[in-house]
Nanobody, 115 residues
């Protein structure tokens, strides 16, 4: 059984930084694309950033220049460094991993940006 566990969320003031982590465990041979998504109250879940196994990245326009996605394949872990946070970044952040057996999601971690 595959499991994804996010960590690193919390409350931060506008302009601050947070680093999210997502570790995959279970019966995993290899992981393809990993990504971060977010969902604010009343909104649909939206893509934040993606990274392939080779390190190619893609970002939502709203986070370009502020967020950085990275991964350590040996640790089956993906990270999201979030800088210059804004109140509109407030949401539950989910990680997603693409495996041969399908896509898997974490349970989510809350990020709140407020003064």
């Amino acid at each position: 059984q595959v499991r994804l566990v996010e960590s690193g969320g919390g409350l931060v003031q506008p302009g601050g930084s947070l680093r999210l982590s997502c570790a995959a465990s279970g019966s995993i041979f290899s992981i393809g694309v990993m990504g971060w998504y977010r969902q604010a109250p009343g909104n649909q879940r939206e893509l934040v950033a993606l990274i392939t196994g080779a390190g190619t990245v893609n970002y939502a326009d709203s986070v370009k220049g502020r967020f950085t996605i990275s991964r350590v394949n040996a640790k089956k872990t993906v990270y999201l460094q979030m800088n210059s946070l804004k109140p509109e970044d407030t949401a539950v952040y989910f990680c997603k991993a693409g495996l041969n057996s399908g896509d898997y999601w974490g349970q989510g971690t809350q990020v709140t940006v407020s003064s």
